[in-house]
């Protein structure tokens, strides 16, 4: 009779009628072991932890002997309602009845420890297994993953990438994903993107997941996720919200969009809408003003910032310093920079270092930039030196010109860039043999700088154009 109401429990449930599969199995009169295992079972798969537990200890209170599918499925079951405190009495009970040796048991209570958040009982559990199987092994590496104890060696990360494909599984849509995480938890996206353009078959998850690389690592500009984003679109990969999210993921990532498109109403809007307000979103804002030559209101939004009590980053008054740079506001700037590590905390930085430079030169102040260089941690570094260049000859000193040029060059013998730029400083101001021996120099070097190219949509079609280049077919029709 028994056999014929556990058969009728499971018809009902494996029909999806769950509800009278629990009904049935509470007007039974005799339940075995069978039985109840089966409703423990069902019940944690339906999510309903604390109704399994029940009918387990009903089990126990029938006097019947729990077996390891009983532990396996009860311990599994234990979420929400039912957690670590129960969990962790399974454990016990485990022990007492002797089923530690079960594999399927040892599994479940790994897997129950890691949901709980409870990595070394679930390293425990693991090491006093007699004996294991690639479940176990899987659970742990699933209690460190969802714990925070993810792969973050990048050598480590390249000999797994190397055995995924001696398996012959790297084109498994879960694996390449999590390889793409990896390589951006590295913070190496390079890697991740050859590795997503070597697919043949690339879905909407494999370029979620690189798309949350960029977002996630400090530095990486937005823009080339949207290039990223609009050759893959050329590609028919359809796009979902998970995509948007990412690349959309806060109202500061709209503000700056807005800003980088000309409609700085629009970002300035998106601003004042916001609820609270982070890093993210003052950046953003002074940003947006920055681009736009508005000096005066990434000025104000700052001693906003400062007046409401929220201490700026290194980036916050990076900004700022591009803001007064473009806008010649030099006294403002040089103040800042001056106090940014005593009022604010913020040790000035290379970056921070090169704006000033910038700032100074602009103002005409090319000796007092030069001594800036000097006096600086970063003295060594072509950045400074090309930055007081290039402001050089925007100005049209050649004095200093020449001296930075030195220094530049001295520096970075090898980057075709900055020959170049020297070159086009003496050119601009009529020193056309100058510049013509600074060529001489670098094809001796055989350096080549690599020519600009730009891209342009036209019927669903990529065009590319390479400067000085008209190999194009309809190049006089585009300039």
């Not at 679930?122 to 004996?131: H, K, Q, V």
Request: hydrophobic residues 45%; proline residues 2%; contains cysteine.
């Amino acid at each position: 009779m028994c056999f014929v109401g556990t058969s009728l429990v499971s018809m009902y449930s494996r029909s999806g009628h769950l509800d009278e599969a629990d009904k049935l199995f509470k007007e039974l009169m005799y339940k075995d072991v069978r039985c109840l295992n089966f409703m423990i079972s069902e019940y944690e798969n339906g999510g309903y932890g604390e109704k399994a537990l029940w009918v387990f200890l009903e089990l126990l209170r029938a006097g019947l002997e729990p077996n390891d599918y009983t532990f396996t499925n009860v311990t599994s079951a234990c979420n929400g309602a039912v957690g670590l405190v129960e969990g962790r009495h399974l454990h016990g009970l485990d022990i007492k009845h002797g089923l530690m040796g079960k594999i399927s048991v040892g599994n479940a209570i790994i897997t129950m420890y890691g949901r709980y958040g409870s990595v070394e009982e679930a390293e425990s559990t693991f090491c006093e297994m007699g004996e294991r199987n690639l479940v176990s092994w899987t659970a742990l590496l699933s209690v460190y993953v969802k714990n925070g104890h993810e792969c973050k060696d990048l050598n480590l990360g390249v000999q797994i990438h190397g055995f995924v494909i001696k398996l012959g599984v790297v084109s498994d849509v879960n694996v390449g994903t999590a390889l793409i995480d990896l390589y951006s938890k590295c913070e190496n996206l390079q890697s991740a993107r050859l590795f997503l353009d070597s697919l043949s078959i690339i879905n909407t998850a494999l370029f979620n997941t690189i798309l949350n690389g960029f977002a996630k690592i400090d530095g990486e500009d937005e823009e080339d996720a949207m290039l990223l984003f609009n050759q893959y679109k050329l590609a028919r990969l359809k796009p979902d919200s998970i995509t948007f999210f990412r690349l959309l993921s806060s109202s500061a990532d709209l503000a700056c969009l807005y800003a980088k498109c000309g409609s700085i109403l629009d970002a300035r809007q998106m601003f004042i809408v916001m609820k609270e307000y982070d890093s993210i979103s003052w950046n953003a804002m002074v940003s947006a003003h920055a681009l736009h030559d508005q000096g005066n209101e990434a000025v104000s939004l700052f001693e906003e910032i400062a007046s409401e009590g929220f201490f700026p980053d290194k980036i916050n008054i990076l900004a700022v310093l591009q803001a007064c740079s473009y806008s010649g506001f030099w006294n403002y700037g040089v103040s800042l920079f001056n106090e940014m590590e005593m009022k604010y905390g913020v040790s000035p930085i290379l970056e921070h270092f090169a704006c000033l430079v910038d700032l100074l030169g602009k103002a005409g102040l090319f000796s007092e930039a030069m001594d800036l260089i000097n006096k600086s941690p970063f003295s060594d570094s072509p950045l400074l030196w090309r930055t007081l260049v290039h402001v050089c000859k925007l100005c049209g000193d050649l004095n200093f010109g020449k001296m930075a040029s030195q220094c530049l060059l001295d520096l970075a013998p090898k980057e075709a860039g900055s020959y170049m730029l020297v070159s086009n400083m003496y050119a601009r101001e009529g020193m056309f043999n100058e510049a013509a021996r600074v060529r001489i120099i670098m094809n001796d070097l055989k350096m080549i700088k690599e020519a600009g190219c730009s891209w342009i949509e036209i019927d669903n079609k990529t065009h590319q154009f390479v400067a000085t280049s008209k190999d194009h077919p309809k190049v006089m029709i585009f300039t």
